[in-house]
């Protein structure tokens, strides 16, 4: 069974740093390119990023372009999103998901709240 | 970036009928691989999105043949045949043609 599973989220203040990671199961890790959408309170989905399968490429969102960063590590099957000088608007649920060619499959996802 | 525009933003269904919702962007979601990235997301409340139709009408594993997706270019539109109850909540279209990726703005569905 696919499986994706985030952690990380949490409370943080504005100005703060924060990682959020995604452990993937059931599939193999290294063949899927993956990527991270997030949805603040009540609102609709943004995409955040996407790396490529090999970590090669890498794409932002201008609205988290120079304070984010997607890695990943395909020998512990984890993907990542390092965040920085975050915002109050960075307040979201953050969900992992993969991609194969269009076909995606998210998980669950992890709240962060950036407040003071 | 590509604009994507869902319309009506808020669907009332009698429960057995059909729901049709339509999403244009703002410019062709042909790939240069020849692929359309198009897809259709489904949100229940409180719950994660989940994938109901990818490259504009395949349904994802387990959706059920209610739901159908059509269109080409920069015009979609996603049917529901015989709505359900569980069916309730909101519909992103979504494309993935170019970066960054860009959703519609959702559309709710509600039984009457």
């Known amino acids: 069974e696919v499986q994706l599973v985030e952690s990380g989220g949490g409370l943080v203040k504005p100005g703060g740093s924060l990682r959020v990671s995604c452990a993937g199961s059931g599939f193999t890790f290294s063949t899927y390119s993956m990527f991270w959408l997030r949805q603040a309170p009540g609102k609709g989905l943004e995409w955040v990023s996407r790396?490529?399968?090999?970590?090669?490429?890498?794409h932002y969102a201008d609205s988290v372009k120079g304070r984010f960063t997607i890695s990943r590590d395909n020998a512990k099957n984890s993907l990542y999103l390092e965040m920085n000088s975050l915002r109050v608007d960075d307040t979201a649920v953050y969900y992992c998901?993969?991609?194969?060619?269009?076909?995606?499959?998210w998980g669950q996802g992890t709240l962060v709240t950036v407040s003071s | 970036e590509i604009v994507m525009t869902q319309t009506p933003l808020s669907s009332p269904v009698t429960l057995g009928q059909s729901a049709s919702i339509s999403c244009r962007s703002s410019?062709?979601?042909?790939?240069?691989?020849?692929?359309?990235?198009l897809s259709w997301l489904h949100q229940r409340p409180g719950q994660p999105p989940r994938l109901l139709i990818y490259?504009?009408?395949n349904r994802f594993s387990g959706v059920p043949d209610r739901f159908s997706g059509s269109g080409a270019g920069t015009d979609f539109t996603l049917k529901i045949n015989r709505v359900e109850a569980e069916d309730v909540g909101v519909y992103y279209c979504m494309q993935a043609a170019e970066f960054p990726w860009t959703f519609g703005q959702g559309t709710k569905v509600e039984i009457k």
């Open positions: 790396i490529s399968p090999d970590g090669d490429y890498l």
């Open positions: 490259k504009i009408s």
């Open positions: 410019q062709s979601l042909v790939h240069s691989d020849g692929n359309t990235f």
């Open positions: 998901g993969r991609d194969w060619f269009g076909e995606f499959y």
